[in-house]
Protein backbone atom coordinates (compact mmCIF):
# COMPACT_ATOMS: atom_id res chain seq x y z
CA UNK A 1 0.00 0.00 0.00
CA UNK A 2 1.32 3.08 -1.00
CA UNK A 3 1.72 5.68 2.13
CA UNK A 4 3.05 9.33 2.55
CA UNK A 5 3.57 10.62 6.17
CA UNK A 6 4.17 14.37 6.70
CA UNK A 7 5.85 15.52 9.69
CA UNK A 8 7.86 18.78 10.54
CA UNK A 9 5.12 21.00 11.00
CA UNK A 10 4.44 23.44 13.96
CA UNK A 11 4.36 26.98 15.14
CA UNK A 12 6.89 29.53 14.36
CA UNK A 13 7.43 33.42 13.98
CA UNK A 14 7.55 35.58 10.92
CA UNK A 15 11.36 35.10 10.39
CA UNK A 16 11.71 31.84 11.33
CA UNK A 17 12.66 28.07 9.90
CA UNK A 18 11.03 25.04 9.89
CA UNK A 19 11.98 21.89 8.26
CA UNK A 20 9.31 19.13 6.54
CA UNK A 21 9.58 15.70 6.40
CA UNK A 22 7.29 12.91 3.84
CA UNK A 23 8.62 9.74 4.55
CA UNK A 24 7.33 7.29 1.23
CA UNK A 25 6.73 3.57 1.63
CA UNK A 26 4.72 1.02 -0.78
CA UNK A 27 6.33 2.23 -3.43
CA UNK A 28 9.78 2.32 -5.21
CA UNK A 29 10.23 6.08 -4.48
CA UNK A 30 13.32 6.61 -6.67
CA UNK A 31 11.11 6.26 -9.58
CA UNK A 32 8.89 8.75 -9.25
CA UNK A 33 8.37 13.20 -9.44
CA UNK A 34 7.02 14.48 -6.18
CA UNK A 35 5.39 17.89 -5.31
CA UNK A 36 5.33 19.75 -1.96
CA UNK A 37 1.81 22.04 -2.39
CA UNK A 38 0.00 23.90 0.66
CA UNK A 39 -3.85 24.41 1.43
CA UNK A 40 -4.69 27.72 2.97
CA UNK A 41 -7.02 28.16 5.67
CA UNK A 42 -8.86 29.69 3.28
CA UNK A 43 -9.05 26.19 1.25
CA UNK A 44 -6.82 27.29 -1.23
CA UNK A 45 -4.51 24.66 -3.21
CA UNK A 46 -1.55 26.21 -4.12
CA UNK A 47 1.73 24.32 -5.44
CA UNK A 48 4.83 24.75 -3.41
CA UNK A 49 7.45 22.86 -5.53
CA UNK A 50 8.65 20.09 -7.44
CA UNK A 51 11.38 17.50 -7.31
CA UNK A 52 12.29 15.07 -10.25
CA UNK A 53 12.92 11.29 -9.63
CA UNK A 54 16.38 11.85 -9.38
CA UNK A 55 16.69 15.78 -8.09
CA UNK A 56 17.96 16.64 -10.98
CA UNK A 57 15.27 19.38 -11.74
CA UNK A 58 13.91 21.23 -9.17
CA UNK A 59 11.09 24.32 -9.91
CA UNK A 60 9.90 26.68 -7.22
CA UNK A 61 6.64 28.94 -6.77
CA UNK A 62 7.28 32.17 -6.95
CA UNK A 63 5.95 32.81 -3.68
CA UNK A 64 8.61 30.50 -2.06
CA UNK A 65 11.48 30.55 -4.67
CA UNK A 66 14.59 31.92 -2.27
CA UNK A 67 12.91 31.22 0.86
CA UNK A 68 12.41 27.12 0.46
CA UNK A 69 14.51 24.55 -0.69
CA UNK A 70 12.88 21.09 -1.64
CA UNK A 71 15.50 17.99 -1.53
CA UNK A 72 15.06 14.36 -1.47
CA UNK A 73 16.88 11.31 -0.22
CA UNK A 74 15.95 8.13 -2.00
CA UNK A 75 17.75 6.05 -0.02
CA UNK A 76 16.07 6.97 2.70
CA UNK A 77 12.49 7.07 0.62
CA UNK A 78 12.31 10.58 2.47
CA UNK A 79 11.16 14.46 0.62
CA UNK A 80 11.70 17.22 2.38
CA UNK A 81 10.95 21.05 2.18
CA UNK A 82 13.47 23.31 4.02
CA UNK A 83 11.45 26.86 4.84
CA UNK A 84 13.32 29.90 5.93
CA UNK A 85 12.28 33.24 6.16
CA UNK A 86 8.77 32.58 7.15
CA UNK A 87 5.63 34.42 6.51
CA UNK A 88 1.85 34.85 7.43
CA UNK A 89 1.24 33.78 4.14
CA UNK A 90 3.13 30.83 4.19
CA UNK A 91 0.38 29.41 7.16
CA UNK A 92 -0.89 25.96 5.96
CA UNK A 93 -1.50 22.15 5.85
CA UNK A 94 1.48 21.17 4.11
CA UNK A 95 0.94 17.69 1.44
CA UNK A 96 4.01 15.89 -0.01
CA UNK A 97 1.85 14.59 -3.40
CA UNK A 98 3.07 12.20 -6.08
CA UNK A 99 3.38 12.33 -9.73
CA UNK A 100 2.86 14.65 -12.47
CA UNK A 101 0.09 14.53 -14.81
CA UNK A 102 -2.41 13.61 -11.86
CA UNK A 103 -0.97 13.28 -8.23
CA UNK A 104 -2.47 10.00 -7.32
CA UNK A 105 -1.12 9.64 -3.94
CA UNK A 106 -1.15 12.39 -1.08
CA UNK A 107 -0.03 12.54 2.58
CA UNK A 108 -2.66 13.78 5.11
CA UNK A 109 -0.50 17.14 5.86
CA UNK A 110 1.53 18.72 8.36
CA UNK A 111 0.18 22.58 9.76
CA UNK A 112 2.52 25.35 9.65
CA UNK A 113 1.96 28.14 11.44
CA UNK A 114 3.57 31.35 10.90
CA UNK A 115 2.52 33.69 13.84
CA UNK A 116 3.50 35.89 16.64
CA UNK B 1 -5.68 31.13 -14.06
CA UNK B 2 -8.34 28.55 -13.19
CA UNK B 3 -11.46 29.09 -12.86
CA UNK B 4 -14.42 27.38 -11.13
CA UNK B 5 -18.23 27.31 -11.36
CA UNK B 6 -20.64 27.62 -9.47
CA UNK B 7 -18.51 27.74 -5.68
CA UNK B 8 -21.42 25.60 -4.36
CA UNK B 9 -23.59 23.35 -6.00
CA UNK B 10 -27.14 22.38 -4.24
CA UNK B 11 -28.06 19.06 -5.18
CA UNK B 12 -30.37 15.77 -4.36
CA UNK B 13 -28.92 12.55 -3.85
CA UNK B 14 -29.90 10.85 -7.15
CA UNK B 15 -29.42 13.76 -9.28
CA UNK B 16 -26.72 15.05 -11.99
CA UNK B 17 -24.08 17.06 -10.99
CA UNK B 18 -22.38 19.35 -13.39
CA UNK B 19 -19.26 21.59 -12.34
CA UNK B 20 -16.93 23.63 -14.96
CA UNK B 21 -13.82 24.66 -14.92
CA UNK B 22 -12.20 27.46 -16.94
CA UNK B 23 -8.54 28.01 -17.89
CA UNK B 24 -7.38 31.32 -18.80
CA UNK B 25 -5.25 29.91 -21.66
CA UNK B 26 -5.42 26.44 -23.36
CA UNK B 27 -4.40 23.78 -21.45
CA UNK B 28 -5.13 21.23 -23.67
CA UNK B 29 -6.13 18.24 -22.13
CA UNK B 30 -3.82 18.64 -18.79
CA UNK B 31 -6.26 18.94 -16.64
CA UNK B 32 -6.99 16.93 -13.09
CA UNK B 33 -10.28 16.82 -11.09
CA UNK B 34 -9.86 15.66 -7.36
CA UNK B 35 -11.93 15.17 -4.55
CA UNK B 36 -11.54 16.44 -1.08
CA UNK B 37 -13.52 15.66 2.39
CA UNK B 38 -12.91 17.39 5.59
CA UNK B 39 -9.85 16.41 7.42
CA UNK B 40 -8.70 14.61 4.19
CA UNK B 41 -6.41 15.07 1.88
CA UNK B 42 -7.32 15.37 -2.31
CA UNK B 43 -8.02 12.50 -3.79
CA UNK B 44 -7.79 12.05 -7.40
CA UNK B 45 -10.64 11.70 -9.57
CA UNK B 46 -9.93 11.81 -13.03
CA UNK B 47 -6.45 12.71 -14.93
CA UNK B 48 -5.95 13.52 -19.19
CA UNK B 49 -9.50 15.60 -18.87
CA UNK B 50 -11.20 11.81 -19.13
CA UNK B 51 -9.81 9.23 -17.98
CA UNK B 52 -10.73 7.89 -14.45
CA UNK B 53 -8.07 7.12 -11.46
CA UNK B 54 -7.60 3.89 -10.68
CA UNK B 55 -10.80 2.40 -8.71
CA UNK B 56 -13.24 5.73 -9.52
CA UNK B 57 -16.52 4.62 -9.61
CA UNK B 58 -18.05 5.19 -13.37
CA UNK B 59 -20.40 7.55 -12.48
CA UNK B 60 -17.39 10.19 -12.43
CA UNK B 61 -16.67 11.71 -16.08
CA UNK B 62 -14.70 14.22 -17.30
CA UNK B 63 -14.37 16.31 -20.35
CA UNK B 64 -13.59 19.07 -22.38
CA UNK B 65 -10.33 20.20 -24.06
CA UNK B 66 -8.49 23.63 -24.60
CA UNK B 67 -10.45 25.60 -22.02
CA UNK B 68 -13.70 24.74 -20.97
CA UNK B 69 -13.98 21.55 -18.55
CA UNK B 70 -16.52 19.65 -17.27
CA UNK B 71 -17.01 17.37 -14.18
CA UNK B 72 -19.92 15.11 -14.09
CA UNK B 73 -21.21 13.04 -11.51
CA UNK B 74 -24.48 11.01 -12.95
CA UNK B 75 -25.87 10.16 -9.66
CA UNK B 76 -24.70 11.44 -6.66
CA UNK B 77 -24.08 9.51 -3.88
CA UNK B 78 -24.29 10.59 -0.23
CA UNK B 79 -20.11 9.85 -0.58
CA UNK B 80 -19.63 12.33 -3.19
CA UNK B 81 -20.84 15.17 -1.22
CA UNK B 82 -17.61 17.22 -0.75
CA UNK B 83 -15.07 19.64 -2.45
CA UNK B 84 -13.66 19.36 -6.22
CA UNK B 85 -10.81 21.05 -7.31
CA UNK B 86 -9.62 21.10 -11.16
CA UNK B 87 -6.06 21.14 -11.82
CA UNK B 88 -3.98 21.99 -14.68
CA UNK B 89 -0.63 21.35 -15.24
CA UNK B 90 0.18 21.95 -18.83
CA UNK B 91 1.72 25.33 -18.38
CA UNK B 92 3.93 24.56 -15.50
CA UNK B 93 5.53 25.63 -13.49
CA UNK B 94 3.35 26.78 -11.97
CA UNK B 95 0.86 23.84 -11.30
CA UNK B 96 -2.41 25.57 -10.53
CA UNK B 97 -5.96 24.75 -9.43
CA UNK B 98 -9.49 26.24 -9.26
CA UNK B 99 -11.01 27.50 -6.21
CA UNK B 100 -13.18 24.45 -5.38
CA UNK B 101 -16.96 24.02 -6.20
CA UNK B 102 -18.58 22.65 -3.19
CA UNK B 103 -21.14 20.19 -3.57
CA UNK B 104 -23.55 20.30 -1.13
CA UNK B 105 -27.16 18.22 0.22
CA UNK B 106 -29.74 20.20 -1.49
Known amino acids: EVQLVESGGGLVQPGGSLRLSCVAS????????MNWVRQTPGKELQWVSY????????HYADSVKGRFIVSRDNAKNSLYLQMNSLRAEDTGVYFC?????????WGLGTLVTVSS | VMTQSPATLSVSPGDRATLSCRASQSVYSSIAWYQQKPGQAPRLLIYGASTRATGIPARFSGSGSGTEFTLTISSLQSEDFAVYYC??????????FGGGTRVEIK
Open chain 2, 87 to 96: QQYNNWPPVT
Open chain 1, 26 to 33: GFTFSSYE
Open chain 1, 51 to 58: IKSSGSII
Open chain 1, 97 to 105: ARGSSGWGY
